[in-house]
């Protein structure tokens, strides 16, 4: 089969090595005889398969030894609304940063639960800039700052963890998570859904400050509650088991390439060179400020918009999938997350370039 690379931005590409290790343990892991699928949650082996995959996360990032780490169901969505639900604590409102699509998202989540006060936003750019910090009105007495790091539809993305001003920072790091290093004591909650950078659909992983835990708003769902989550090994349901490993295999591959570091270093060659492509030529335009623009979400529009469709099928034909930018907006996107090799990038442009030189 013809190499194919897949720019979906979720449920996204998996590293080769992740799928092959899957694969060889997929009818018994180990010397078990028996599946990860089939394993009971309770189980030895399955146990020493999770506490496995949150060292190693903890490891990888530098997450503190009084922040706990969390595997839970229902992706980020979920967290929307349990953020606020575990970290209101009684103030009168919360203070959120809006970015675009995701942190509308998570906006709306939480004004189920009360008074949501939006410190900046960047409507008025059409979600193409981030305000400067400078021009942010956070309420002081709120319970928390909430931002989206990465906008995976917009391609916008924080260079650095803002100023919280002394409130709790909380951030949805669903699509950059793991991508660069990030100074985890800066926040009070960090959540973000599996299927970028940690492999599997369904799961979130939550890295929480304890001080923070225990005064969840009164009829909050067990589920939901971090406290409780965090006192039963994210066990208080059954968790999502099969991608629990999965994101322990994608944590092993990460380690073996070095860690966040490198990884971050080719993130950063891969975007470059993607972006230098697009805005080579006026055929390709990226609308994003080059200062916040996305290592991990690219979206882009053909100065033709007619020509996109064919864009996407000779893509396609050349076995570049999933390129089409998400159905709210349109254009294209290519995600090069983690798991995509700079050959991925490359193909890409060399694809782009030859499109151009036929179409343009
Ligand atoms: N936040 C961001 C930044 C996302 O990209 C996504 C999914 N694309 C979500 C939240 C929602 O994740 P889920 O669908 O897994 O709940």
Redesign the pocket.
């Given at each position: 089969m013809a190499t194919i690379y897949n720019f979906s931005?979720?449920p996204a590409i998996l590293p080769a090595p992740v799928l092959e290790r899957a694969r060889e343990e997929l009818r018994g892991w180990r010397s078990t005889g028996v599946s990860v699928m089939e394993m009971s949650h309770r189980s030895e082996d399955f146990i020493g398969i999770s506490e496995k995959a949150e060292a190693d996360l903890r490891a990888l990032l530098g997450v503190p030894a009084d922040y706990k780490v969390l595997f839970l169901a229902?992706?980020?969505?979920?967290?929307?609304a349990a953020a606020p639900l575990n970290l209101w604590r009684g103030k009168t409102q919360v203070s959120y940063v809006s970015t675009g699509y995701?942190s509308e998202?998570?906006i709306a989540e939480a004004r189920l639960y009360g008074q949501v006060q939006v410190a900046a936003s960047g409507k008025d750019s059409k979600f193409t800039t981030i305000p400067p910090r400078a021009s942010w009105n956070v309420d002081r007495d709120a319970a928390y700052l909430h931002y989206?790091?990465?906008?995976?539809?917009g391609g916008v993305e924080f260079q650095d963890a803002p100023e919280a001003d002394g409130l709790p920072l909380v951030a949805?790091?669903?699509?950059n998570i793991l991508s660069r290093p990030v100074d985890v004591r800066r926040f009070g909650l960090i959540y973000?859904?599996?299927?970028?950078n940690l492999g599997l659909?369904?799961l979130?992983v939550v890295i929480v400050r304890e001080d923070l835990l225990g005064k969840a708003l009164p009829g909050t769902p067990s589920i939901f509650d971090y406290k409780r989550q965090a006192d039963n090994g994210s066990m208080v349901n059954t968790p999502p088991t099969y991608a629990w490993y999965v994101a322990g295999l994608v944590l092993d591959w990460l380690g073996e390439q070095g860690g966040i570091k490198a990884i971050e270093a080719r993130n950063i060659r891969k975007a470059a060179k993607l972006y230098a492509a697009i805005d080579a030529a006026p055929f390709y335009s990226n609308p994003v400020d080059p200062a916040v623009r996305s290592r991990m979400n690219v979206p882009f529009h053909l100065a033709d918009a007619k020509l996109e469709a064919l864009f996407l099928a000779e893509a396609k034909e050349a076995g570049l999938v999933y390129l089409e930018g998400h159905r709210s907006v349109g254009g294209l996107r290519a995600s090069i997350y983690n798991a995509m090799p700079e050959e991925g990038v490359e193909a890409l442009i060399s694809f782009m370039h030859e499109f151009e030189r036929r179409r343009g």
């Open positions: 931005a979720g229902g992706g980020a969505s979920a967290q929307f995701w998202k998570a989206t790091a990465n906008e995976t539809i949805d790091m669903s699509s973000a859904s599996a299927q970028k659909a369904g979130a």
